[in-house]
T-cell receptor, first 114, second 112 residues
Framework: GAGVSQSPRYKVAKRGQDVALRCDPI?????LFWYQQALGQGPEFLTY????????KSGLPSDRFFAERPEGSVSTLKIQRTQQEDSAVYLC????????????FGPGTRLTVT | GENVEQHPSTLSVQEGDSAVIKCTYS??????FPWYKQELGKRPQLIID?????GEKKDQRIAVTLNKTAKHFSLHITETQPEDSAVYFC???????????FGKGNQVVVIP
């Protein structure tokens, strides 16, 4: 079956622009996670959804970051007024269960803020 | 804290030899420990995982061991092949939602 997909794969934004990153999880997966991966580092947790409910957003670095999953499937991560330090790969992962199951990652969106 | 530490940062091995990567974690409530392989520009791929009620798990050339008392777990790759060259990340589950805290990664280079 289809894995986790993300779009766009690459995004270049000028500082101050807003961006929206999309994640299509594996069909039927209840849990959805967003991670940020800086160059040469491991993924860092941003936020977690269980169906449409955002249960944990403790990793979002500032109030410029906003995520939603309105119908419990596709999710969008929005970054307002992008800054250079936002440049990273944004990874989405989904998991079948409510918690504790295997997380399957998408290919990521590489965001470059100039 | 939620630190996950990985050692060494870079590991070079001759083809056919074994590679071992060690990780330590700090959250005693962690109960799920996956390992991911990430090739350059690609997504992290789950290669093996272990839960806290098990001490060791093996899948062909890959094995993982867990010592809950010492809070460390290790990845063992035997009979290494050039296609094993990649960055390997360990992770530990954190909190009731089981989000993952990742280590910084190990670059494994298999020399033909």
């Amino acid at each position: 079956g289809a894995g986790v997909s993300q779009s766009p794969r690459y995004k270049v934004a000028k500082r101050g622009q807003d961006v929206a990153l999309r994640c299509d999880p594996i069909s039927g997966h209840v849990s959805l996670f967003w991670y940020q991966q800086a160059l040469g580092q491991g993924p860092e947790f941003l936020t977690y959804f269980q169906n449409e409910a955002q249960l944990d957003k403790s990793g979002l670095p500032s109030d410029r970051f906003f995520a939603e999953r309105p119908e419990g499937s596709v999710s969008t991560l929005k970054i307002q007024r992008t800054q250079q330090e936002d440049s990273a790969v944004y990874l989405c992962a989904s998991s079948l269960d409510r918690g504790g199951g295997e997380q399957y990652f998408g290919p990521g969106t590489r965001l470059t803020v100039t | 804290g939620e630190n996950v530490e990985q050692h060494p940062s870079t590991l070079s091995v001759q083809e056919g030899d074994s590679a071992v990567i060690k990780c330590t974690y700090s959250d005693s409530a962690s109960n799920y420990f996956p390992w991911y392989k990430q090739e350059l520009g690609k997504r992290p791929q789950l290669i093996i995982d272990i839960r806290s009620n098990v001490g060791e798990k093996k899948d062909q050339r890959i094995a993982v061991t867990l010592n809950k008392t010492a809070k460390h777990f290790s990845l063992h790759i035997t009979e290494t092949q050039p296609e094993d060259s990649a960055v390997y990340f360990c992770a530990a589950s954190i909190g009731g939602n089981n989000r993952l805290a990742f280590g910084k990664g190990n670059q494994v280079v298999v020399i033909p």
